[in-house]
Nanobody
């Protein structure tokens, strides 16, 4: 089992920045990919960014590419999402995720409880 706990959400004006953090504990060695998803009211959950834990390879959705940066600490137990140039359409609940070997980054096995990000115009 892997436990994920997010922090760092909040309210910000358009153009501002926020950094989300996700602490991972438990059997993290069973996971190969961690990521961030988001879900706005009335919309489906979408993948925002992913990182392959061992190789550090990252990927982003087109909607956040160039504005958001996913990273991890050296111990690979804390995941970050630096969000710059925030837009009102970035408003959503943001979820940290982790995928086990044999699964894909797009279909995580584990989820955090979510942290709210609200961007006002």
């Amino acid at each position: 089992q892997v436990q994920l706990v997010e922090s760092g959400g909040g309210s910000v004006q358009a153009g501002g920045s926020l950094r989300l953090s996700c602490g991972a504990s438990g059997n993290t060695r069973s996971t190969f990919c961690m990521g961030w998803f988001r879900q706005a009211p009335g919309k489906e959950r979408e993948r925002v960014a992913s990182i392959i834990r061992t190789a550090g390879i990252t990927s982003y959705s087109d909607s956040v590419k160039g504005r958001f940066t996913i990273s991890q600490d050296n111990a690979k137990t804390t995941l970050y999402l630096q969000m710059n140039s925030l837009k009102p359409e970035d408003t959503a609940m943001y979820y940290c995720s982790a995928s086990q070997y044999g699964n894909t980054c797009g279909q995580p096995n584990y989820w955090g409880q979510g942290t709210q990000v609200t961007v006002s115009s």
